[in-house]
């Protein structure tokens, strides 16, 4: 069996998440469907992270072990044929057997983009959250590196059917920035790893400094071990996007 890395990009907005789900589309779905057809027998697919409903990726990354000959180059091509036009694979490699897009990641990427123009373009309203209100914008940028280090992100994070396994919800996040321009703004944070919701309700955070409703001390106290109540509001899906996905050995092959 082969093991084959893929790096794909996606527009989430019809789909629910990335993982799969009885009768209803998702991208893991949709690779899994066209993989087993290409092999002519199932074919598991893992990925680097679950996305919710919505969300969509610059460079998502999963991993199929296949016994199938074909080339990778004509693996990619043939994907790109079959899979719906929303999903596209950039790249097809093979790996070592063990290799895993979850477990060997050593750091991710999000960048959620908002445009605050009175207008949202109608190209653009599915891949950002229109919010055309008055924001300080300057206390938003402060606020951001604030996330920088390693916390107990608990208030970030959505309630999650392994929460009874009783993890620990400390991550560490490596950079964390506001960029402005003209009538967008992208938050863009890097980091070991990201619990369900947390970009989003990160960003939501930064949404209620800018609006006046939160300070930095509360926003330092959300990031406190043992704090009480939960960040946000969540933001929406539509505007956040997994841009990359790293691994110790870019060419992890075997």
């Known amino acids: 069996m082969r093991r084959i890395k893929l790096t794909l990009a996606y527009d989430g907005t019809g789909y629910h998440g990335w993982q799969i789900q009885k009768d209803l589309p998702t991208v893991q779905g949709e690779l899994e469907r066209v993989l087993s057809d290409i092999e002519g027998a199932p074919v598991p697919v893992a990925g680097s992270g679950r996305t919710d409903a919505g969300v969509h990726a610059l460079a998502q990354v999963a991993a199929a072990s296949i016994g199938n000959p074909i080339p990778v180059v004509n693996l990619r091509r043939a994907l790109n044929r079959l899979l719906p036009q929303s999903i596209r694979v950039n ?55 604030m996330f920088t280090g390693t916390h107990d992100f608990s208030a970030f994070a959505a309630a999650d059917e392994r929460d009874a ?10 950079d964390a ?78």
């Open 165 to 174: 396994l009783g993890l620990s919800k400390v991550r560490t996040v490596f």
């Open 91 to 145: 790249n097809a490699e093979e790996v070592h057997a063990g290799f895993h897009p979850r477990f060997d990641a050593v750091a991710k990427t999000y960048e959620y983009r908002i445009h605050t123009a009175e207008v949202c373009p109608p190209f653009d309203r599915r891949y950002v959250h229109h919010h055309p209100y008055p924001l300080n914008v300057d206390r938003m940028v402060a606020a951001a590196p």
């Open 177 to 254: 920035q506001l960029a402005t321009a003209e009538s967008a703004l992208r938050f863009r944070v890097r980091g070991s790893g990201f619990l369900k919701h947390m970009v989003r309700n990160m960003v939501g955070t930064l949404l209620e400094i800018g609006k006046g409703n939160l300070d930095a001390l509360g926003l330092q106290q959300f990031l406190t071990a043992g704090a009480t109540g939960k960040a946000g509001p969540r933001a929406p899906a539509c505007g956040l996007f997994l841009i990359g996905v790293e691994y110790p050995n870019p060419r992890v092959l075997a």
